[in-house]
């Protein structure tokens, strides 16, 4: 669990799993725009293709909300 709260791991892994593949554009970019679309035809693999590919940015998100949350406090 310490690794999930390691910003500079998240970092790496959104840089790395989050984007991948990069050509011809960060395969995260393309899902969300074909959901934002609408999602026509969009099967169950590719909803845990987002999942796979969005959650180091989910962490990301939470460690940066965590980090706001300590200073405040």
């Keep these: 669990m310490k690794l999930f ?3 500079k791991f998240i970092v790496l892994l959104c840089l790395t ?3 991948a ?3 011809p554009e960060p395969h995260i970019w393309g899902k969300l725009k074909w959901i934002f679309g609408g ?3 969009m099967q169950i693999m ?3 293709d987002v999942f796979l590919h969005g959650f180091p940015f989910v962490l990301l998100i939470w460690i940066l909300i ?3 949350k ?3 406090a």
């Design 5 to 7: 709260n390691n910003w």
């Design 17 to 19: 799993i989050g984007l």
């Design 21 to 23: 593949p990069f050509t």
């Design 39 to 41: 999602a026509k035809s």
């Design 46 to 48: 590719d909803w845990i």
């Design 66 to 68: 965590s980090k706001i």
């Design 70 to 72: 300590q200073h405040g």
